[in-house]
């Protein structure tokens, strides 16, 4: 087993410099959890290069409110270094620890250009891409009012088509390496009662793109109550040959390899023998039980 989606630093809490033993610990839980090797993920929205790049995208907001929350998010999260996170990483590999160099980008319309040529000047193994916002919408945050009064204003299919397409034309652009919780958008237990479309196109998005997805334990701790993704889903990426990751989406030790024998379950019920691990940006198939053996 794989855990290629973990961060280091919790929401709401002020980033701490990453440490090669901090590093040691998440591998050391994922080892004893069955993971063989795991992937450091940070936000990008979390490091000042991004907040240079990327600041006021939620400028051409129309809702003030929710232009406030974004900016205010924002403003909360991107304060740490992202030559010192490489930097942290590399050593930890250096030192023998079954860890590679990954990190979660979220998608900016009209901006990726410019953030695949600032994530260009790191030796990255592996670029999760992520939607948590519609528009400036943070859907999934269930923690601000503000975001999660839209839900009872925005009809549910529309929040799911607007979802997919964002997740289509992040795909599209070949940024990153796996579509990660690729049905988060059920994430406050929100569903449409016919999803089949909106299943079938993030499969074809996830199998134009020749991006792997990622099977994640982090919905059983959210009030969708299942993980990602839905099993119709997972079973669309198995039929379309798409490869595959698992994660636990842990913002801290204890969540680290969170729930893996049961993500083993389900791949196992799917006859799925091999995940997709990265090394460089290049995809290495690996057994889903015995994982990675060396790089
Ligand atoms: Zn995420
Ligand atoms: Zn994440």
Redesign the pocket.
Known sequence: MLDY?L?LWPHGERDRPPTVDEVAGYCARAEAAGVREVAL?E?LFRFTQADRLLRGFWDDEPDAALRASMATYWDDHAHADLDDYVACVLAAKDAGLPVVLGL?VDYYRGRMDDVAALLAGYPFDVLLGSVHWIGTWRFDDLSDPVSMAQWSVRAVDDAWDAYTTAMEELAATGTCDVL?HPDLVKVAGHRPPAPEEWWDRLAEAARSSGMAAEVSSAGWRKPGGEAYPAPPLLARFVDRGVPLTTAS?AHRLPDVAHRSADLAALLDGLGVATLRAFRGRRGVDVAVVTAVAGS
Request: hydrophobic share 15%; glycine share 0%.
């Open positions: 989606h961060h993920t936000h979660e990660a989406d």
